[in-house]
């Protein structure tokens, strides 16, 4: 992984980007750094609030933020096969009815070794889905859409997609309170629903994990830097946001083979699966295979994803504040304007209660 620092050069944080346990090479670096370079030639930096005209007042965007209570309705938005982490929290989520009624899953975009580009990487995770709820014993039908197949080109123009209608549909729908739309990868397919209808905004809170802590020297982790229009969108245009960052955050849940080998193995068919996708990515790991001394080696895993149920599950084990939105600018830095609308930022992640709920719902 590249981060731009203040003189403009790039330096390199380490031989393999490590985010998401995903392992890049030089074609797929190269071919996120032409995203990133195009969206700060396309993109001037903000000065200022940008908010969408039709952003609720600060005082109604506040009142969204608060941690729901009761339950609630959900879409899930995830490139599904990039990661194991996705199907966990696919899996977490259904098996969470208690608290969220789960209305419709959307493919995102992905680029990385797993995929040739975000076409591809959008298919990949649809039939991911597919995979995960039959599983389940889900059906896909009417549940499970297509996103789109390339990120934003532009800041203004949205990418169509059976995913991105489904949620304009469903958020337009006279509800009691807002849909919660809960992005696991880009931001691609929620900004092109917001683009393509900004009334939407009105309607929806988005609860996102990408991007890093606001004190943080560099805004990127994958999910933010696959996407930086949609990502820019997110801050910028007043919709009620909920953002779960990757390090020092959601990078606490952790966990190691041995715990879904006794946890999740042979207790449901999901947990078997799942078990199985962990051992993989840790036979896979260059951690692994360079390790010469004793084996197994005490490798661990973070479960990325699993954040933003938990955060709908329980609140309170996602710490979490309403700050001003930041400001994403084109150097890939953060700045601060306490003059813009707020957002919600978690700043910790309670892994022990979350992975004993997710460990017991998963293994019934």
Known sequence: ???????????????????????????????????????????????????????????????????????????????????????????????????????????????????????????????????VLGLLDRSHEGFAFRGSKSFLRFPDEPIESPAARDLVSR?????????????????????????????????????????????????????????????RLLFDSGVPLINIPALNVSEHLRTSLLEPEFFLEGKSKIGSYLTETVRKFYQASNEYKDHKGPQPYPYSKVIWDIATIGFLVNAEWVPSEVVSSPILTAEGTWQRDDSRHPVRVATHVMRDPIYLDLFAKLAR
């Open 171 to 231: 958020a337009m729908r006279e509800r009691p309170q807002p849909l919660y739309v809960v992005g696991l990868g880009a931001a691609t397919n929620i900004a092109s629903a917001i683009l393509l209808e900004p009334k939407i905004i009105e309607q929806i809170v988005v609860l996102w994990i990408g991007a890093q802590p606001y004190y943080w020297p560099t805004t990127r982790d994958f999910n933010l830097g696959q996407d930086l229009h949609a990502a």
């Open 1 to 131: 992984m590249k981060i731009h620092n203040q003189q403009n050069n790039w330096l390199p944080l380490a031989d393999r980007l490590t985010m998401n346990s995903t392992i890049f090479n030089r074609r797929t670096w190269l071919a996120m750094s032409a995203v990133w370079l195009s969206s700060t030639r396309l993109v001037s930096v903000s000065q200022g609030s940008t908010k969408s005209p039709n952003a609720l007042p600060d005082q109604e965007i506040r009142a969204r933020l608060r941690p729901p209570a009761g339950k609630i309705s959900i879409v899930l938005d995830t490139d599904a096969y990039n990661e194991v982490d996705d199907a966990f929290a696919i899996a977490y989520a259904l098996r969470s009815p208690d608290r969220l009624d789960l209305e419709a899953i959307y493919a995102a975009p992905f680029l990385n070794e797993r995929s040739t580009g975000p076409s591809d990487g959008m298919e990949k995770s649809y039939q991911e889905i597919l995979r």
